[in-house]
Every structure is written in C-alpha cells, then in structure tokens.
C-alpha cells in the first residue's frame, strides 16, 4: 500500500475530528451532569431509564390529585364543621323558645334569628374551593341551592366527584349534598324475573301499587294501566299521579339497555304489582323490588323533577322558625329532637370526610416516599459521575492536543520545501 501525503492528511484529520467529537461529548456530559444524553449512549438501560421516568411523572399526578382532593376535603370539613355549630346554636334558640315562658314577640323574634340562619345555612351549602362548588356534584360551576320563600331548591346533579390518587384506584372527594331513593322494576328484590329488556309495554290490564313514607307519615296509591299500555305511558301516569315519586322508561332500541326507573324523595319507596305478571313477562311473582331505604344527603332528599329539597336540616329549620313564629311551644320542643338528629347526620358525614383525608394523607406519604426511591433510582441511570468526567475531560483534552500537535509535525512539508 503506498501511503501518499493525501492519505494521511485524511487520516489525521479523522483523527483529529474522533478526539473533538470525544471531547464535545465529554464536554456536554460535564455541562449537563448526565452520562445518557440521547438514545445512543445506553441502549440496555434505555427502557428501564423510561419507565422510571414514566413512574415519576405518574407519581407526581397522583400528588396533584391528592393536593386536588384534599383541598375538596378540607373545604368539606369546614362547611360542615359550621353547619353544626349553626345547627347548636339553633338548638339553644329552640330550648329558650320552649320553656314556655317567653312573649309572642319575643318567640316571633326567634323565630326570625333561625330564618336568618336557613339563608347562612344556604351560604354553606354553597361553598366553593377554587372556584368549584364542593356540594353540587360535576354540575358545579354555579351555586347549587337557592332558597324560594319556604323551599329550598338544588340545580346540581347526583354525580360524584373522584380523583385517582394511585394506578386504577379512584376514591370520592365529596359527600352527598342530597340523595332519592331509586328502583329499577327490571330487577325486583323478591326473586321474580321483572320486566325484560326487550318489552317495551305492559301484557295484561293491572294496578302498580306506589307507598311512599316520609316523616312517619306512609302515603298509598294505585295507578292502574291496559294491555299493551307503553312504559313510557305508565311512566308519564306515575309522574303525575303521585307527589314526590317521578319514573321514566329508557328505551333506545338496544335489547340490554330498557329501564323501567322510578324515584322518590322520600327515602322509603315500595312498588308492588296488583296481580301476577301484569308487567313482566312472568306470571309467577306478585310484586317487583321493593322497599328500600336510602341515607339522605347532608342536606335532605331531592326531587328530580321539582328541584325541591325535602326532608333534611332545612326543612327541620323552617318548620321550628314557623313554630316559634306562631308561638306554638309544643312544636318546638318537638323541633329540638329533630335538630339533634340532623346534627349527628351531619357529624356522620364530617366522620367519613376525615376517614378519606386521613386515607388521602397517608397514600400521599407513601408516593413521598417512592418519589425519593425513584429520583434515587433515575439519578443512577442517568447521572453522570463529576469526578469521573472530568478525569475524562482531562484525557480527552489532552489526546486532542496530541491529534493537533502531531498533524502539524507530519504535515509540515509544504510547497517551500520543494522550491528551496
């Protein structure tokens, strides 16, 4: 092989461009503290160095929904923490107004102290954390409750708020503002088989019998329908006939999605057949689901259709405020029992919202602490060693000047040389 000066030019300029690309990439590790820079440098720790990464990033979320939920939680605490100090302090109102020894006047002018309390009681429920109504469900970019003379009313919706604060793990950040009580009459509690997905309208001539039981106080109709009247038909007639209770048929052609529901706000519904089969397809069971009582929200019971807010703390609020307007002692002393009863739903409530935060706190404890096991774990992968680098910078350095010093002694010969 004949070496020619062209040749090695090219080589020691290989040469010399190898040790800058060395040096440059030493230059950039010491620059950036970290050994892996792109793809290339450490392809066996490339998957593991992205599932850390991947681990920290959802580690962080989880710590932002728990950040999120806490703060729900702790709004939640409060409001709740002053409806019951609201709620004492009405208790004291109502024993002065029963002992039987005040004025009218002075009674009446209770009697307004509590009403004012029912507005600061409508204020709580409608507190907001960041902008979000905490007891309006999803539904909370606006105030939930408003009050209308004697009524309260509720604009949010049923649906619980979640956060997921670990892999497939989403826990409620709120509690129930209301509640109603719900039946599907395609399942009934008695064993029978209930109406079948694919019917859409009753077989024989009947009554549906509906009880609903507020207060003590058990209300009994009867709604009868024809062979071949639509559930959507009888839904409407339920609806109308019966306060409180609101149904509707859900019917969108699929054989797995009919529905046949029926609500009430009355916390105890039962829903039973006249005769045998008149709306299932079976006619080997007399009654479809049934009793069923529900736990009303922190605020009462809720009517879907009316948007009214029945039996809880307000109602229990208005009914004392018009007692002790009317003077009536008995009907507050009535009214003290029930206050306490609200007081100790409300402090249930309270209980399960520092069940979930002492929950929260803890699982954030424990993504703390593995947050610090993968930085650890991370650094190892890509960190570089300072100590090391710069003894490699040195090197590189050095042999760089070696690559120049040595191209310059081996091409010194130039065109003077030949024309000496």
């Known amino acids: 092989m004949r070496v020619t000066h062209m040749l090695v030019a090219r080589r020691t300029q290989n040469?010399?461009?190898?040790?800058?690309?060395?040096?440059?990439?030493?230059?950039?590790?010491?620059?950036?503290?970290?050994?892996?820079?792109?793809?290339?440098?450490?392809?066996?720790?490339?998957?593991?160095?992205?599932?850390?990464?991947?681990?920290?990033?959802?580690?962080?979320?989880?710590?932002?929904?728990?950040?999120?939920?806490?703060?729900?939680?702790?709004?939640?605490d409060t409001a709740l923490g002053t409806a019951g100090e609201l709620l004492q302090k009405a208790i004291e109102y109502a024993i002065q107004g029963a002992n039987g020894t005040l004025e009218p006047d002075d009674m009446a002018a209770i009697g307004e102290q509590i009403d004012k309390m029912i507005d600061e009681l409508v204020d709580i429920a409608n507190t907001t954390v960041g902008g979000k109504y905490i007891f309006a469900g999803t539904k909370n970019d606006q105030?939930?409750?408003?009050?209308?003379?004697?009524?309260?009313?509720?604009?949010?919706?049923?649906?619980?708020?979640?956060?997921?604060?670990?892999?497939?793990a989403n826990y409620t950040i709120d509690v129930p503002p209301v509640t109603y009580t719900?039946?599907?009459?395609?399942?009934?509690?008695?064993?029978?088989?209930?109406?079948?997905?694919?019917?859409?309208?009753?077989?024989?001539?009947?009554?549906?019998?509906?009880?609903?039981?507020?207060?003590?106080?058990?209300?009994?109709?009867?709604?009868?329908?024809?062979?071949?009247?639509?559930?959507s038909s009888i839904a409407e007639k339920i609806t109308d006939m019966v306060p409180g209770v609101w149904a509707t048929f859900i019917d969108d052609n699929g054989p797995n999605q009919n529905a046949f529901i029926i609500k009430s706000a009355s916390g105890t519904l039962s829903v039973k057949e006249a005769s045998d089969g008149t709306l299932g397809a079976s006619t080997t069971f007399a009654s479809h689901p049934e009793t069923e009582d529900v736990v009303p929200g922190v605020f009462g019971f809720y009517n879907e259709n009316s948007h009214e807010v029945v039996g809880g703390v307000f109602e229990v609020l208005m009914k004392l405020a018009q007692s002790l307007k009317d003077g009536d002692v008995s009907g507050?002393?009535?009214?003290?029992?029930k206050l306490n009863d609200q007081l100790d739903h409300i402090l249930r409530y309270r209980?399960?919202?520092?069940?979930?935060?002492?929950?929260?706190?803890?699982?954030?404890?424990?993504?703390?602490?593995?947050?610090?096991?993968?930085?650890?774990?991370?650094?190892?992968?890509?960190?570089?060693?300072?100590?090391?680098?710069?003894?490699?910078?040195?090197?590189?350095?050095?042999?760089?000047?070696?690559?120049?010093?040595?191209?310059?002694?081996?091409?010194?010969?130039?065109?003077?040389?030949?024309?000496?």
């Open 15 to 76: 040469y010399i461009q190898d040790a800058m690309q060395r040096l440059a990439r030493t230059q950039e590790q010491m620059s950036t503290g970290r050994k892996v820079l792109r793809l290339s440098d450490d392809p066996p720790a490339l998957s593991q160095l992205l599932n850390v990464r991947a681990a920290v990033e959802r580690n962080k979320q989880y710590m932002r929904n728990i950040t999120d939920g806490l703060s729900y939680l702790d709004g939640a």
């Open 143 to 168: 105030p939930p409750f408003w009050r209308d003379g004697d009524k309260i009313y509720y604009g949010g919706n049923l649906e619980r708020v979640s956060r997921e604060i670990l892999d497939q």
């Open 182 to 231: 719900t039946i599907n009459l395609g399942y009934p509690l008695d064993g029978g088989r209930g109406i079948g997905r694919d019917e859409t309208s009753a077989k024989a001539d009947g009554n549906l019998i509906i009880e609903t039981s507020r207060n003590g106080v058990v209300n009994k109709f009867e709604i009868p329908f024809s062979a071949g009247e639509s559930y």
């Open 332 to 337: 507050v002393h009535s009214s003290i029992g």
């Open 351 to 420: 209980v399960q919202v520092g069940a979930r935060t002492n929950h929260f706190e803890s699982v954030r404890s424990q993504l703390q602490d593995q947050e610090v096991r993968l930085t650890q774990v991370l650094s190892n992968l890509e960190d570089a060693d300072v100590a090391r680098v710069a003894v490699d910078l040195s090197r590189q350095q050095l042999a760089y000047q070696a690559a120049l010093a040595a191209g310059a002694r081996i091409l010194e010969t130039s065109l003077l040389d030949y024309l000496r």
